[in-house]
């Protein structure tokens, strides 16, 4: 039974891949960071088949100690500080966890043997946020980074790690450059999610207006679900490398919100809709879109869910959360 160990598993993706891997037969190790870490209770409910592993990216030695009680074969880093808006408050935690983190599982891995026989072989979540003001349209592999946060900064420095640490020690390290993927299970605090929420809360009489900061920008949006696949395939192939994982579309978040009101058959979505510059960022990502191509070519990857599915199912999943609630 092939065992994997993944940081982030009370995550989105990290419950995606979890299952994922469940299904193709993998022992499914989770760190979860903390004492008493209140998601732990849900993750223990809803996947009982993880078993969850004691450790923090902040700490070498803990990282270390997991590995060497898990003994995987494949390391899925998905743990960070992953908001962006988050990121410019608490800028050093991000780089501490976020890029630094990744520094330290790298050695973490080499420390438990992973190096010598090139044994474990560990994949990154790295991030669309490395493009941050594009260099170019569409972004590939072989775009420059220009990143316009602190997150995208610490993800820039764990993406360029990999590939050093891959150079110099000859590891199987892989980064997926992942376009924003969304989901049912994406935190409340990212737009899509936010915005389902909000739209099926007021279909419901539960709320009357939905606060937004900036709504003229663009983003690659796929499914969550779709794109942890992209990171398994990764680790299956006979050399490591880096990949764009991206739908090859892009919608702007006014599309975003006209589609989800659609969706509860609300079309006079302005009269709902208010902004306010507490959500608008220091500074800007305009405009994301992603070539999938090498993904496509190398790893035989496809999206299957397409944007306005993508709207669907998490505005039904919140109407269902939501009316719940209420009994009904
Ligand atoms: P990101 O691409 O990782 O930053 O994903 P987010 O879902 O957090 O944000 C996507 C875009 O939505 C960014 O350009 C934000 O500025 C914009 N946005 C506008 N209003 C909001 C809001 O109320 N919350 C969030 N999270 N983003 C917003």
């Not at 490395?130 to 775009?143: A, H, I, L, N, Y």
Request: charged letters at 25%.
């Amino acid at each position: 039974m092939p065992r994997a160990f993944i940081t982030g598993i009370t995550g989105q993706d990290g419950q995606h891949l979890a299952e994922f891997l469940h299904g193709k037969g993998y022992e499914v190790f989770g760190m979860v960071k903390g004492q008493n870490n209140p998601r732990l209770t849900q993750i223990r409910e809803e996947f009982p088949f993880i078993e969850p592993v004691p450790g923090d990216l902040a700490d070498l030695p803990s990282l270390v100690k997991a590995l060497e009680a898990t003994q995987p074969d494949e390391v899925y880093n998905l743990g960070a500080i992953s908001f962006v808006a988050l990121s410019f408050n608490q800028a050093e935690l991000t780089a501490n966890i976020t890029g630094l983190g990744v520094l330290r599982m790298l050695e973490a891995i080499r420390m438990v043997g992973g190096a010598q026989n090139n044994k474990i072989r560990f994949y990154q979540a790295s991030s669309s946020e490395m493009f941050g003001k594009v260099r170019e349209t569409p972004q590939t592999e072989r775009t420059p980074f220009h990143p316009r946060s602190p997150y995208g900064c610490a993800k820039v420095f764990g993406h360029d790690i990999v590939v050093n640490y891959r150079e110099s020690y000859d590891m199987f390290a892989c980064s997926g450059i992942l376009f924003n993927h969304e989901g049912p299970r994406r935190g409340m605090e990212f737009v899509t999610r936010k915005v389902t929420n909000a739209v099926a809360r007021i279909k419901l009489g539960l709320q009357e207006e939905l606060v937004l900061g900036n709504l003229d920008f663009k983003r690659d949006w796929g499914y969550a679900g779709d794109y942890v696949k992209a990171m398994w395939l990764m680790l299956q192939q006979d050399a490591p490398d880096d990949y764009v994982v991206a739908t090859g579309e892009t919608h702007s978040g006014q599309d975003l919100v006209e589609l989800a009101f659609a969706q509860v058959g609300i079309t006079d979505w302005q009269q709902y809709v208010r902004q306010d510059k507490k959500f608008f960022r220091p500074a800007e990502v305009d405009l994301l879109i992603g070539d999938p191509t090498k993904a496509h070519d190398k790893l035989g990857w496809e999206r299957e869910v397409d944007f306005p599915s993508l709207v669907k199912m998490m505005v039904e999943n919140d109407l269902k959360i939501e009316s719940a609630k209420l009994g009904r």
